[in-house]
């Protein structure tokens, strides 16, 4: 089941309240909270309120998008603060970052400390109920499709999944055999249509026909799966309501689809 959302970091100069009204208003099913600004790592009464807020407006949160980096040692950012806060929250997933160096350029001291930290905070968030999804993005040891394989199986474990969205600058071709590469895997999704050189944001209307390959490819994901908008384009509220409508869309015939 395709679950039509939002991520908040889309408009970080509105409240919680605004993000929740834009949500619902645009017939969004969910939110993914981010922890820089709506629901900072470790206010864990700001979480509670926006669980609340976000239940009241008849939607769901969908996840907590974290800004921890594994391995990093960061003094800063406490894991044991970032899950208090998802589970204040209610939310079912914590999303972050497999470090900040790219997979090539990693040395192997500092990929088992990465894979190492990933480990505690998986076994920490199970205790909890709660998932670890990783983000999908460059500069991490979760780059690419062949990446997000090999970090699983080292990992290994059970509440580990991966996000995905389409790599900046690849064609959908080869972007949906990624995707189908990790599908065994995958948490949620993304949304966003850039293209050109450089890359421009731009609505999702003018990349439905890759969307809709994608979708396609997903409809065994068992399960939900929320595919959550993130960037629009010049960061408008208009911009944002066309690509929900467009979202909702490609949702619904997915839905035929997986039916048939």
């Given amino acids: 089941m395709i679950i039509p959302g939002l991520t908040s970091i889309t408009f970080r100069n509105l409240s919680c309240e605004e993000i929740a009204g834009l949500a619902r208003d645009a017939g969004l099913k969910s939110i993914e909270w981010g922890g820089d600004v709506h629901v900072p790592h470790g206010a864990v009464a700001r979480a509670g309120e926006a669980a609340r807020m976000t239940s009241g407006a008849g939607l769901a949160v969908s996840s907590y998008g974290s800004y921890y980096r594994c391995g990093m040692?960061?003094?800063?950012?406490?894991?044991?603060?970032?899950?208090?806060t998802a589970?204040?929250?209610?939310?079912?997933?914590?999303?972050?970052?497999?470090?900040?160096?790219?997979?090539?350029d990693c040395l192997p001291a500092q990929r088992r400390a990465i894979v190492a930290d990933l480990r505690r905070i998986c076994a920490r968030a199970a205790e909890a109920e709660?998932?670890?999804?990783l983000e999908f993005h460059r500069n991490t040891l979760n780059d690419g499709p062949a990446e997000t394989l090999k970090l699983m199986g080292e990992a290994a474990s059970p509440n580990l999944g991966t996000y995905w969205q389409p790599p900046v600058g690849m064609a959908g071709r080869e972007a949906l055999a990624g995707l189908r590469k990790v599908m065994p895997f995958l948490l949620h999704i993304h949304v966003f249509h850039w293209?050109?050189?450089p890359p421009e944001r731009l609505l999702l209307e003018q990349g439905q026909s890759e969307w809709r390959e994608y979708f396609s490819a997903v409809r065994q994901s068992p399960g939900e799966l929320h595919t959550l908008i993130e960037f629009v384009k010049e960061n408008a509220v208009e911009s944002f309501q066309s690509d929900a409508r467009v979202l909702k869309k490609l949702a619904a015939e997915y839905q035929v689809l997986a039916m048939n």
Avoid: H, N, T
């Fill in 130 to 133: 709660v998932k670890i999804g």
């Fill in 73 to 84: 040692d960061d003094p800063k950012l406490d894991f044991g603060k970032v899950l208090d």
């Fill in 195 to 197: 293209a050109g050189s």
């Fill in 87 to 104: 589970v204040a929250l209610k939310a079912p997933i914590i999303r972050v970052w497999a470090g900040k160096i790219a997979s090539r």
